[in-house]
């Protein structure tokens, strides 16, 4: 099983301290985010993207008007190791575990990133592996993407499924010909604009008891 990473294993809201840290206002972290996944699909269509936090780099600097310095951003970028796992998370992993199904970090950003905040939570353990995409110099939602994945992981994208928060992440997933269980806990419920999900609940625990049971 795939797990998109931030937002839906990690938490982002302590990374909004930083911003207050660096001299920003906090309610720039959402705009921050959205405008790095924004950017990072841009890229990717027209060729190859750059590395996640190359953008979110770039990004800050445009957030704030140009007017955080190079260890500022730095400061707010470190910050990703140290953010928290969704306390719903560990009880995903245990259902997986007792399920004997393996779980893999699926993110946008460095592995390293999820590796360390699972190290931090004594949770490494309970992950196979954590597949970035920046080995594709793509952000997700392109069919090759979630395919690549699969080969990594070793299953048919068939008897594979994905677990997100993110409605965009989910139809891509059932587009490339996966499962896919939507988390409706950030959005509050699935936009009709996306093709439909194989689970949907609101939390990530709930959800991945509903595709263990499909």
Not at 49 to 62: E, S
Not at 84 to 89: D, G, K
Not at 131 to 152: D, G, I
Not at 172 to 178: D, E, I, Q, T
């Amino acid at each position: 099983m795939l797990f998109d990473v931030f937002e839906t294993l990690v938490q982002l809201e302590p990374l909004r301290e930083r911003f207050v840290e660096a001299g920003r206002p906090g309610h720039e972290l959402e705009l921050f985010f959205a405008r790095t996944l924004r950017d990072g699909m841009a890229y990717t269509l027209a060729g190859d993207a750059p590395p996640f936090r190359t953008i979110a780099a770039a990004q800050l600097a445009i957030t704030s008007g140009h007017t955080l310095s190079d260890n500022a951003i730095a400061h707010i970028l470190d910050g990703f190791a140290d953010l928290p796992l969704h306390p719903e998370a560990e009880t995903a992993f245990t259902l997986l575990a007792e399920a004997d199904v393996p779980a893999y970090g699926f993110t946008h950003g460095g592995a390293g990133v999820l590796e360390s905040i699972l190290d931090r939570h004594g949770s490494s353990g309970k992950v196979r592996g954590v597949l970035s995409t920046e080995a594709l110099h793509s952000f997700k939602p392109p069919a090759r993407v979630y395919h690549w994945a699969c080969e990594q992981a070793g299953a048919a994208p068939g008897d594979t499924a994905l677990v997100a928060v993110h409605s965009w992440d989910t139809h891509g997933a059932v587009k490339a010909g996966l499962l896919a269980g939507f988390a409706s806990r950030l959005e509050g419920g699935l936009t009709p604009l996306a093709e439909r999900p194989h689970v949907v609940a609101n939390r990530v625990d709930e959800v991945v008891a509903g595709l263990l049971a499909l």
